[in-house]
């Protein structure tokens, strides 16, 4: 397997974590090659194959992963296991932790916190301030902001009229 990204040596303290930034050393649709990604505590947080990155000031740590074609971009922060795979993208300053997994072609963004053993998927959107933990599941074309708050065993999803 062709590496897509190495370790620059440049490394950061977070959490009590060492952090390393990443360099691109193939083309990924979003980054050329040589461009400085995010920070990674390890190899096993972003895969090698597929399209993935883990952009600008993006931390994925513990024993989070982001594969397939999926973007940690901007000061989104993935932790804990999470897993952010699919074609999704998780950006601004969102924050993924816990067991959840978002997939398929989900967003989170803005200042979103996606915890607990969620499941985020289909085109669903988690934005602004939202809040959905525990083991509610966000589904279809269902989009979720503003203060809201998503918990237990709750299940959005789109309607089809």
Known sequence: MEKK??????????NGRILHR???LKYL?????????GWIEKEENL?????SWVGDEAEVYGDARVYENAWVLDNA????????????????SATVSGRAEVCED????????VYGSTKIFGNAQVHGNARVFGWAKILGKADVYGDSRIRDYMVIQDIEE
């Open 5 to 14: 990204y190495e370790f620059t040596g440049e490394t950061k303290e977070y």
């Open 22 to 24: 990443i360099r691109a």
């Open 29 to 37: 649709d979003i980054c050329a090659v040589g461009q400085l990604g």
């Open 47 to 51: 895969s090698h194959e597929g399209l």
């Open 77 to 92: 922060c993935i932790f804990g296991n999470a897993i952010i795979r699919g074609n999704s993208t998780v950006f601004e």
């Open 106 to 113: 989900a967003d989170i963004f803005g200042n979103a916190h």
